[in-house]
């Protein structure tokens, strides 16, 4: 009998794990820039059957998204990176994107390494605190670390599809979701 549950257990182990694996896995973006090797680590949501205006609408007052589902979007270099006109230090750091009401969207690198998941949307009610959109109240905790803050050129959406995408390709950081993208130079001086 204790073979036989043994047995059972090893079994039902690999299905277990597969059921609990997110519908979609975390993104990652790399290449090189330059003499830099850059690397992006970002979460994927899916927008199903939900439109992007009406996520962008939830964000709070300060229209701050951690560009990506879960934990918040990591960028790591190995040398100085140009990234719009604003130089990075060689090293690793997080990941936002202002989207104001109107108006084009900015990236936000910050030295901080992210806020703890369960106070990203401390002002959220209850039930939609383990919803995949990430809603950030208190970037202005964080503020203060910000390496640079570049403006994004809009890009044409035509690829983008349901899931959140980042993608370092010709030069360019894209970041496209739900058929609207924007984007920015990337460059290794």
């Given at each position: 009998m204790t073979r036989f549950l043994s047995?059972?257990?090893l079994l039902a182990l690999p299905a277990a794990e597969a059921a609990s694996q997110s519908p979609n896995p975390r993104g990652a973006a790399s290449g090189e820039v330059g003499g830099a090797a850059v690397a992006i680590d970002y979460g994927r949501p899916a927008l199903?059957?939900?439109m992007?205006?009406?996520l962008l609408d939830m964000l709070p007052e300060e229209r701050i998204w951690r560009?990506?589902?879960n934990q918040v979007t990591t960028l790591e270099t190995s040398a100085e990176l140009t990234i719009g006109a604003h130089s990075v230090p060689a090293g690793r750091y997080s990941?936002?994107?202002h989207i104001p009401e109107s108006g084009a969207?900015?990236?936000l690198v910050n030295r901080?390494?992210?806020?703890?998941l369960g106070e990203?949307?401390?002002r959220a009610p209850e039930a939609m605190r383990a919803e995949p959109w990430p809603m950030l109240s208190g970037y202005a905790a964080i503020e203060d670390q910000e390496a640079a803050r570049v403006p994004l050129e809009r890009a044409d959406g035509a690829e983008a599809g349901d899931v959140f995408e980042i993608t370092i390709e010709d030069g360019q950081l894209r970041f496209a979701w739900g058929g609207t993208a924007y984007q920015t130079s990337l460059s290794s001086p």
């Open positions: 047995t059972a257990l199903g059957d939900r992007l205006s009406d560009a990506g589902e990941l936002y994107l969207w900015s990236l901080h390494l992210g806020i703890p990203l949307s401390s």
